[in-house]
C-alpha cells in the first residue's frame, strides 16, 4: 500500500496526459486554412444566426464525388472574397460525419452539395434560401454571393459598405458628409461586377472609398469625358478626377493600386512611418536594401539559423528526422549558390552526415562539423544572422522565415538551373526540414498539409519552382492583414505588377489570371545565383581568420550560438506566436512595449531603396479587427463611409464573428492559430495575465480543431512533431519531457499496482479454495 500512495499524486498527470492525447481527426475535405468556417452543431446556431455578417453555407458529404470535385471551387472561392469576410463568410459542414448528421436534417438537406445562403441577422431556425448558380465557378459563385447580399432588407450587414449606384449628387456632396482621403469611383455597364467587387475588395481598408457609377449617369460621364467602361477613377473634394493608373481594366487591379494609395491602411492598423530614421533610436542599425533583389546574407543567414539554432534544440536526432536532415543536407551541398567557403562546409557537412550509419546522431557532434572543428580548410559558415533583404521593421518581423522562403525559392530555382536534380528530391528535402525541424510548428503544419495535397504530382523541376511560388502565394493570401504582417511589408500576392508585368493577364471574363510562363521566367530571374547581392557580407578572410583564432565577440547583437541556442529557437517560435504562455508572461512586459512602440502615422513606404522605418512610442487608437469591443451596435447606413464608423462596424462584426465561434466547441484548444498566429495583441487597457490567457483562448477557437488534425498529420515518428506541437501549447520542452516521463513512471506504477492486486487476489482465491 505505501507503494499506492507514493503513486496517487501522480494518477492525476495521467489523466491529464490522457486528455491531451490528440483525438482521432475526421477527415472532411475541408481545413481551417481553407479560410471557411467549419460548422459543429455546437456552433451552427451562433455562426448562422442572429450574425451581422451574412453566411454562404455549403452543406457536404466527404464520400460524395460531386462535393470533392467541388471543394477546390469552393475554396477558390474563399481564397477569392477572404477580404469580404466581415461582411459575408463562408462556411461548410460535412454531413457525412455521424455528430453532424441530426443538423443537416434538421435544414432539410437531401442532396449533396447544397448550397444555403443565411442574411444577416437571420433568425434563429431560420432555414435559410437556397443558392442556385448555373455555372458552379468561382466567377458565378461570386457574381451571385453579390446578389444574395443585395437582397438583404432593413438588416443590412453593418460592415458591407452601400453596393448600389452612386447618383452625381451624391458624389458632389460625398465630401461634405465623410472625412476619407481618397474616394474610388469605378465607372461601368449595369451589368459589371467589378465595381461591387472592387467596393467589397476594400471594406477592410481606411481612408479610401470606392463608388459605382453607371454609364447611364450621364452628368458624371460627359462632365469627365469618361468613355471606357469599366474605369477607375480617383475624385478629389474640388471637383476634379484624375484616371487610376492600372495595367489592365479589372477588379484585382484595381484593388491592388487602390490599396497602395498613400495613407490608404488596413482597419486597425496604423500606417507605416518612413521618418524618424535615426539609428539612436532603433535596436539594430538599418542597412538599405533593394526590394527587388535576393541577398547571399539572408541566405547565410537561414543557414547559420536553421543549422545551429533549429537544429540545436534537437540534442539527438533520429529516425524520420535524420533522414529528412540528410537529404536537406545533400540538397544543401549540391544547390547552395553560396561563397566557396560556405559550399565546403556544406558539402563536409553532407559527406559526414551522408557516413553515419548509426539509427541516431546528436546535435554535439553535428556542431563540431557544423564549426569546422576539424578544420576542412576554407570552409566556414558565418555563426551570426545578418537581416538585409530579410530586415522587418521591428524585431519581431520578417527575417528567419522570411530568409528560409527566399532560401527555398533559391534552391528550387539552382536545382532547375543545374538539372542534375529531379523535382521531388529537392521539394521532399525542404519539406522534410520543414516538417521536423521548422520552429513554427504551426506554420509546419499548414506546409506540410499543401505538401500532402499535391506536391507528389510535381515531376519536373520548373513545376517544383511554379508550385513553391504558387504554395508561397497561398500562404501570403492567409496571412494578409494577421498581425504578424510587417506593415511596410504587407503581404500581396507575388510578384506584383510593378514587378513583373508580363506576369499577370485577365481572362475574357474579366478575371485575373497568372501567366506561369511569365511567373516561372521572373523567377528564375530573380532568384537566380548570378543576381544575387553579395552586400554587407563579412569578407571571406576575415571569418576564417576568426575562425582559427579564439572566439571573439561579434558586434551582431542577434548572434545566437550555442548556449543561446535554445532560447532563440524559442524566439523564433514566440516571433510566429507560439510562446508557451508561461514564459510569454514573463517576458510580457517587454514585448508589450515593443507593442505599443509599433504604432503610428505616416507615408506609405516608397521607392526601392528602403530607409529605416522606425515608430514613435505612441498607443494604437485602434487594435481594430483584433481588439475586444464591450458592445455591438447596428447603425444606419448612410454614415458608413465615414471611417471612424467603419473600423467600429469592422470591428463589431469581428467581435461577432468570433462570439459566434467562440461557442464551447468541446475539443477546441487554445492555441494561438492562424489569427493567433500573431504575438498577443497589445491593447489599450492592462491586462492581466488570465485575460491575456482568455483573449488567447478565444484566438485560438479559430483554428484550435486544425491544429489538432495537423498535429496528427504530422509523422509521428519525429520527436519534435505532434507530440510537441501538441503538447507544447503551453509548455517548454522540458516541461513536456518532464511530463512524458512522469507519464512513463505513472503506468509503471499502475502496471506494478495491478500485478500487485491481481497476486493478492489470486492468493486470496488460493487460500479460500483450500479447505
Ligand atoms: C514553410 C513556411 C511556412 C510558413 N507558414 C506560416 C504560417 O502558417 N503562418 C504564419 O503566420 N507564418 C508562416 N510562415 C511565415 C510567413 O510566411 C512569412 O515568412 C513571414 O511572415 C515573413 O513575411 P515576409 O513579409 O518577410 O515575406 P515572406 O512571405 O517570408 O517572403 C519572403 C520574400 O519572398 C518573396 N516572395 C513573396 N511571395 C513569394 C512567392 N509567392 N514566391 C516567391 N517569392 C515570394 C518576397 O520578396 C518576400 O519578401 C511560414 C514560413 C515558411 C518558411
Ligand atoms: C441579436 O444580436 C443583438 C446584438 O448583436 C442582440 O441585441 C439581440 O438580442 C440578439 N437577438 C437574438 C434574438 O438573439
Ligand atoms: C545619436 O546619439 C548621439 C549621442 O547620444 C549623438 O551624438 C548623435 O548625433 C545621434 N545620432 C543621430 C543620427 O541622431
Ligand atoms: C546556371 O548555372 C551556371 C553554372 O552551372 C551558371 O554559370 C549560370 O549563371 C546559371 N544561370 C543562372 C540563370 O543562374
Ligand atoms: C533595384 O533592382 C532593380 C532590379 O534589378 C532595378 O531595376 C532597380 O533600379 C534597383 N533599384 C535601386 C534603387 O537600385
Known sequence: MARFRRCAPLLPLVVFACALLPRAAHAGLYTQSDQVVLLTPSTVDAVLFNSSAAVLVEFYASWCGHCMAFAPVWKSLARDTREWKPAVDLAVIDCADENNRQTCIRFGIRGYPTLKFFHAYSEKGSNGVSFEVAERDVMSLRQHLINMMETHKESWPPACPPLESA????????????????????????????????????????????????????????????????????????????RLSVQMEA??????????????????????????????????????????????????SALHYSLRVELAAHPTITGGALTALKRYASVLAKHFPGRPMVKNLL??????????????????????????????????????????????SKPRFRRYPCSMWTLFHVMTVEALNSSNSDAQEVLQALRGYVRNFFGCRECAG??????????????????????????????????????????????????????????????LTGEHQWDSAAVLTFLEEHFSSSRIFLDYLE???????????????????????????????????????????????????EDEQELDADQSEGAREGGENDAMPEA???????????????????????????????????????????RRRAVPGGHE?????????????????????????QKRA??????????????????????????????????????????????????????????????????????VALP
Open 616 to 658: 514613435a512610442a505612441r498607443r494604437p487608437s485602434i487594435l481594430g479587427l483584433h481588439r475586444r469591443e464591450a458592445q455591438e451596435e447596428i447603425v444606419d447606413l448612410d454614415s458608413f463611409v465615414n471611417q471612424h464608423y467603419k473600423a467600429k462596424v469592422l470591428r463589431a462584426a469581428l467581435i461577432s464573428r468570433r
Open 698 to 767: 478565444l484566438t485560438g477557437q479559430y483554428t484550435g480543431l486544425e491544429e489538432d488534425e495537423e498535429a496528427l498529420d504530422l509523422d509521428a515518428g519525429s520527436l519534435g512533431g505532434p507530440w510537441v506541437s501538441v503538447l507544447s501549447l503551453g509548455f517548454s520542452r522540458l516541461d513536456i519531457s518532464l511530463c512524458l516521463l512522469l507519464y512513463t513512471l505513472s503506468s509503471l506504477c499502475l502496471l506494478a499496482m495491478y500485478r500487485f492486486f491481481q497476486l493478492r487476489v489470486w492468493h486470496r482465491r488460493g487460500k
Open 347 to 392: 558539402r563536409a557537412l553532407d559527406t559526414w552526415l551522408q557516413s553515419q550509419e548509426d539509427a541516431e546522431i546528436t546535435y554535439k557532434s553535428l556542431q563540431v562539423v557544423l564549426d569546422n572543428k576539424e578544420e576542412t580548410p576554407e570552409a566556414l559558415l558565418p555563426d551570426s544572422v545578418r537581416w538585409v533583404g530579410c530586415q522587418g
Open 167 to 242: 447618383s452625381e449628387v451624391e458624389i458632389n456632396k460625398f465630401f461634405e458628409t465623410n472625412s476619407v482621403q481618397h474616394l474610388a469611383l469605378v465607372f461601368e455597364k449595369a451589368d459589371s461586377y467589378v465595381g461591387r467587387e472592387v467596393i467589397l475588395d476594400m471594406l477592410q481598408f481606411e481612408n479610401v472609398a470606392v463608388r459605382r457609377v453607371l454609364d447611364t449617369e450621364e452628368g458624371l460621364v460627359s462632365k469627365f469625358g469618361v468613355t471606357d467602361f469599366p474605369s477607375c477613377h480617383l475624385y478629389y473634394p474640388d471637383g476634379h478626377m484624375t
Open 539 to 589: 569578407p571571406e578572410a576575415e571569418l576564417l581568420r576568426r575562425q582559427l583564432g579564439p572566439p571573439v565577440i561579434l558586434e551582431e547583437n542577434e548572434q545566437d550560438t550555442g548556449d543561446h541556442a535554445a532560447r532563440a529557437a524559442r524566439d523564433i517560435r514566440q516571433d510566429l506566436g507560439e510562446e508557451p504562455a508561461a514564459e510569454k508572461d514573463q517576458e510580457g512586459a
Open 251 to 300: 477588379r484585382t487591379f484595381y484593388s491592388y493600386a487602390l490599396q497602395r494609395l498613400s495613407g490608404v491602411v488596413r482597419s486597425g492598423r496604423p500606417p507605416p512611418l518612413v521618418s524618424d530614421l535615426s539609428p539612436n533610436n532603433t535596436e539594430m542599425e538599418w542597412k538599405p536594401f533593394n526590394r527587388s533583389r535576393v541577398y547571399m546574407a539572408d541566405l547565410e
Open 669 to 693: 484548444q487554445g492555441r494561438a492559430g492562424d489569427l493567433g498566429l500573431q504575438p498577443l495583441e497589445s491593447d489599450e487597457f492592462a491586462w492581466g495575465a488570465k485575460q491575456r490567457l
Open 446 to 507: 499548414h506546409f506540410e498539409r499543401m505538401a500532402q495535397e499535391s506536391m507528389y504530382q510535381v515531376k519536373k523541376l520548373s513545376d517544383a519552382v511554379l508550385w513553391l511560388w504558387s504554395r508561397h502565394n497561398r500562404v501570403n493570401s492567409r496571412l494578409a492583414g494577421a498581425l504578424s504582417e510587417d506593415p511596410h511589408f504587407p503581404k500581396v500576392q507575388w510578384p506584383p505588377p510593378e514587378l513583373c508585368p508580363k506576369c499577370h493577364s485577365v481572362q
